[in-house]
């Protein structure tokens, strides 16, 4: 790891200004589960270090009915354990605890996660298919607005993930079929069904990263069954080959796992 | 050059650190607490598991400067004078290591799944929590039971083929 130099603000106001202060070489840091492996391979050299797990604005998680909003410094073992998110949103918790290992749920974060945007990260499925908010120290943004491509969100230079937030649906799941050794989704599909129809969003197997899988919503919005996909095509093109897997193979995943996730709903 | 307090394993203790450094290298080569293991570049491999303010995390993917102000517990803190703690003594019981790299993440990821479940841990649980512990030589099997047996918890019925 290259040389770094460390701040602990305890203010959202005091970790922006260090932001500003040290410009493009500074990084915020969350829980790190992603940040210092990334760092400990010089792929990233951050000047200054910005912890954020000292401010208090980023904590909590608040539930009022059916609405969620989760602090953008929440780690993934609280969201998982959650009783009050279990009980309107399951399936959201049990995305969470499907991250990583226990030790990186215990650090990791929400709003690392989310502003990070791995092409395999599990939330942003989510936000996604629930028509999330994404919360920031200077605006709201729509999840659909905010995730772009390839580890490129609509965040500006400093910005931060304060909380993202949501409606809980009248179903959901989320089913991931994972890579066996780094257990990150080969593909994950996230289902929401409301009232006025079904979404989609599916990790891992895009191209640019997680999107919204509008053919699979349509047909599911007339049917909210298993079969109902059955018909539909994923196009290999838009889709992530690797050595891990070819973009037919995850094309074809989308579609299974998309139905494994509705079977999951449905029995919830 | 940062100053760091961190209690560890019950005692305060004060060094002088680079800010990159991390906690791993602040046990092993400051304080000499050579018990927790590095056993990969990638965070995967749990070998490093201690716990900061009582959670199992990798002390690989955390910096010193990061737990300045946190009590840590290492594998040197769980045994009381000779007496070894309960994960420790189910894993010399159950023949739970065979080179005992990863042991000292096994027992330190182990303590703190026992913590969250109590007795109420099944041995798929205890796979599935297992998944950042990476151990070469003894096919997890009598890990599982070790970690089952110090939970009180009831073993498999049936012995799955590894
Ligand atoms: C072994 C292992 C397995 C994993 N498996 C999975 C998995 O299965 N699924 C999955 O989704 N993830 C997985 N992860 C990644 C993990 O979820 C990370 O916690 C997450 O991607 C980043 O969150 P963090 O809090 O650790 O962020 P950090 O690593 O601290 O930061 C990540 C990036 O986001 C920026 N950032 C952090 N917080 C904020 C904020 N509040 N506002 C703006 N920018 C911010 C940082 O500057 C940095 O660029 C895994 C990680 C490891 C080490
Ligand atoms: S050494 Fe920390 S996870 Fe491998
Ligand atoms: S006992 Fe050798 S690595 Fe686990």
Same mark, same amino acid.
């Given at each position: 790891? &290259?040389?770094?130099? &460390? ?8 970790? *922006? ?10 990084? &915020? ?15 990233? *050299? ?8 000292? #401010? ?15 602090? @953008? @410094? ?39 996660? #989310? ?149 999951? *709903?449905?029995?919830? | ?23 791993? $290298?602040?046990?092993?080569?400051? +304080? ?45 803190? +769980? ?8 994960? $420790? ?25 026992? $913590?969250?479940?109590?007795?109420? +841990? ?32 009831? $073993? ?7």
């Amino acid at each position: 790891m &290259y040389e770094t130099s &460390y701040h602990r603000p305890t203010s959202l106001e005091e970790a *922006a200004n260090l932001a500003t202060e040290k410009g493009d070489e500074a990084k &915020y840091l969350s829980g790190g589960m992603t940040l210092i492996p990334t760092m400990k391979q010089r792929l990233a *050299a951050p000047e200054a270090l910005i912890d954020l797990r000292h #401010v208090g604005e980023l904590k909590g998680i608040t539930v009022n009915g059916r609405s969620i909003r989760i602090g @953008g @410094g929440v780690t993934h073992a609280e969201v998982a354990m959650s009783d009050e998110i279990k009980s309107v949103c399951p399936g959201f918790a049990s995305l969470a605890g499907l991250i990583g290992d226990p030790a990186v749920r215990h650090m990791g974060t929400v709003g690392g996660s #989310v502003a990070n945007f791995d092409p395999a990260a599990d939330y942003p499925a989510a936000l996604l298919a629930l028509g999330g908010t994404i919360h920031t120290n200077k605006r709201e943004i729509a999840a659909d607005d905010f995730f772009l491509g390839l580890f490129e969100t609509a965040l500006e230079e400093g910005e931060i993930v304060t909380a993202v937030s949501f409606e809980a649906p009248d179903q959901c799941a989320y089913e991931k079929f994972r890579n066996p050794a780094s257990r990150y989704a080969m593909c994950g599909v996230f289902v929401a069904r409301r009232a006025d129809g079904v979404k989609v969003g599916v990790t891992g197997a895009g191209s640019s990263g997680a999107f919204r899988w509008s053919d699979g919503e349509q047909a599911l919005s007339s049917d909210f069954a298993p079969e109902a996909v059955d018909g539909l095509t994923v196009s290999e093109a838009d889709m992530m080959g690797d050595i891990h897997g070819s973009s037919a193979y995850r094309a074809n995943l989308v579609k299974v796992v998309t139905k494994r996730a509705v079977k999951k *709903a449905l029995s919830h | 050059m940062t100053d760091v307090t961190i209690t560890v394993n019950g005692r305060e203790m004060k060094g002088s650190v680079e800010d990159r450094t991390l906690l791993v $290298q602040f046990l092993r080569g400051n +304080l000499g607490l050579t018990g927790t293991h590095v056993g990969c570049d990638t965070s995967q491999c749990g070998a490093c598991v201690v716990h900061v303010d009582g959670k199992a995390v990798k002390s690989c993917t955390m910096l010193a400067v990061q737990a300045s102000g946190s009590s840590v517990t290492t594998i040197e803190g +769980l045994a009381s004078g000779a007496d070894l703690h309960p994960v $420790q003594a189910a894993f010399r019981e159950h023949h739970g290591l065979q080179c005992g790299y990863c042991t000292p993440g096994m027992i330190m990821t182990a303590v703190d799944m026992i $913590q969250r479940h109590g007795s109420s +841990l099944d041995e798929e649980t205890v796979r599935e929590e297992l998944d950042g512990n990476i151990c070469r030589c003894t096919g997890y099997h009598n890990i599982v039971k070790a970690i089952l047996s110090a939970a009180g918890a009831s $073993q498999p019925q049936s012995i799955a083929a590894e």
